[in-house]
């Protein structure tokens, strides 16, 4: 059986920090291509940062500089270190994985993405 759940959301200050975390099992983590996506009432599901087999990651220009992917093959987990939070970061962040491993340096599609996690709230405040 499939899982991925988020955890790390929250609330807090613009300029502050969160790190989400996403525990998975259930699929081959190492050879699947792993990102993180959110939602923003009104607006489409936005890819925030993927990561491939190889290492090779994406972000979105909103998040260059302040958001860091990194995955843990050991423990089949995603991570997303989210520093200098904007209110513009607040929406419901989710954890995707593809396991035909689509994914590289431009920006991910969703329907490429089989398998997803609940989500987890992040809220940065002015």
């Known amino acids: 059986q499939v899982r991925l759940e988020e955890s790390g959301g929250g609330s807090v200050q613009t300029g502050g920090s969160l790190r989400l975390s996403c525990a998975t099992s259930g699929f081959t983590f190492s050879t699947s291509c792993m990102g993180w996506f959110r939602q923003i009432p009104g607006k489409e599901r936005e890819g925030v940062a993927t990561v491939n087999v190889v290492g090779m990651k994406f972000y979105a220009d909103s998040v260059k500089g302040r958001f860091t992917i990194a995955s843990d093959n050991l423990d089949n987990t995603l991570l997303l270190q989210m520093n200098n939070l904007k209110p513009e970061d607040t929406g419901v962040y989710y954890c995707?994985?593809?396991?035909?491993?689509?994914?590289?340096?431009?920006?991910?599609?969703?329907?490429?993405?089989?398998?997803w996690g609940r989500g987890t709230q992040v809220t940065v405040s002015s």
């Open positions: 995707a994985a593809d396991d035909a491993g689509r994914c590289g340096t431009l920006p991910p599609i969703p329907r490429h993405f089989q398998f």
